[in-house]
């Protein structure tokens, strides 16, 4: 089952097919980071405005690159959220549309489901139960996977989000937006022992974050060094960095552990950072366990983890309604 999958949660338009949840065909995605950068954090008004301008170019330009017409295409998945609403509502009504007129059938489905499909999207997918850690800009969990559809939430942050974090420390750097790539560039530089700052790892039993500690240590660190902070900034952004993996590889092992999964996950745009992937699958090989995490270009939003997550749904008979709407808070399933 050949599926376009459409992505418009936050700031890229995405669009893409898939075949079966597992083969890409294609797989576009347009960014408005330009747009944002001066603000130095999304604007959801421009967020909107630039995916309606966007959507349908990406769309064409994914069965373009599928080599596929219109008529190819078997169903159609679109995250419906959580995300921002009128971006969210750009890409579900444009996917309503074109999927009513064609007489397809359609699934609105769970943004952070789509990112945990997105390991099925490499050549060695994780066998069924696996432990997951989703580390995004927005979200920073643990769970249980019992299925494509089946998770169970072990933990998550009770203040900001990982992605959040390295933004934000990147702002008060003054490195530019988004934070998240430029610190892990920047930190090859630095030295990760250089400041000692707070592994915030809450109760060690439990799979709750909380990054707001650290994340103010390190606002401490610059008020009280300033002239430091200047000449030092890849020691600081390098111990930072240090930190926050230590406690998500730390949790995601522990969780391993519990659940009793020689298979672990990371996805979510944090998954793209080196030293995180590095950890990782360092201390998994140290214990056994079989690490997937995504190629970089499937770790941050895209639309084929979408088409991916959509094409269980679909298989299990679900479709959304006309009625439906998009919604913007964390939860999971459809
Ligand atoms: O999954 P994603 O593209 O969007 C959300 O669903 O939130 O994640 C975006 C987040 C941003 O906070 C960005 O700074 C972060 O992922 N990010 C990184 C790296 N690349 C992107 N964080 C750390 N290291 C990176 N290399
Ligand atoms: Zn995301």
């Not at 490195?175 to 430029?182: H, M, Q, S």
């Not at 793209?272 to 090989?285: G, M, S, Y």
Request: charged share 20%; net charge negative.
């Amino acid at each position: 089952m050949k599926i376009l999958g459409i992505e418009t949660s936050c700031d890229e338009t995405a669009a893409a097919v898939v075949e079966d949840g597992c083969t890409i065909f294609s797989s576009v995605v347009a960014s408005q980071i330009e747009v944002h950068k001066p603000y130095g954090g999304v604007v959801p008004e421009l967020a909107s405005r630039k995916h309606i301008e966007a959507i349908v170019p990406v769309v064409e330009q994914a069965l373009t690159d599928a080599d596929l017409a219109p008529e190819a295409v078997d169903a159609v998945a679109v995250t419906r959220g959580p995300g921002l609403v009128g971006a969210l509502l750009v890409g579900f009504t444009f996917a309503k549309s074109w999927a009513y007129a064609r007489g397809l059938p359609w699934i609105g489905v769970n943004h952070l489901e789509g990112h945990i499909n997105s390991v099925f999207l490499t050549p060695t997918p994780p066998p069924f139960p696996f432990v997951a850690l989703l580390v995004s800009g927005g979200h920073t969990s643990v769970y249980h996977v019992t299925g494509h559809t089946g998770v169970e939430l072990m933990g998550q942050t009770r203040d900001d989000a990982a992605g959040e974090a390295f933004d934000k420390v990147a702002k008060m750097l003054n490195l530019g937006y988004p934070g998240g790539g430029i610190i892990g560039k920047l930190s090859k530089e630095g030295d990760p022992a250089a400041i000692k700052f707070p592994r915030p790892s809450l109760d060690k039993k439990a799979f709750d974050f909380s990054f707001s500690g650290l994340k103010s240590a390190v606002r401490r660190h610059i008020e009280t060094h300033p002239q430091a902070a200047e000449k030092q900034t890849a020691d600081i952004t390098a111990s930072f960095q240090e930190a926050a993996v230590d406690v998500l590889a730390y949790k995601l092992m522990q969780a391993a552990r519990v659940k009793k999964c020689d298979h672990i996950a990371v996805v979510g745009g944090v998954a793209a950072n080196e030293r995180l992937r590095e950890k990782v699958t360092a201390l998994a090989r140290e214990k056994g366990l079989s690490v997937h995490i995504p190629p970089i270009e499937l770790c941050g939003d895209n639309a084929a983890m979408i088409a991916a997550v959509g094409y269980h749904y679909l298989k299990e008979g679900k479709r959304s309604a006309l009625e439906d709407d998009v919604f913007s808070t964390t939860r999971m399933g459809i």
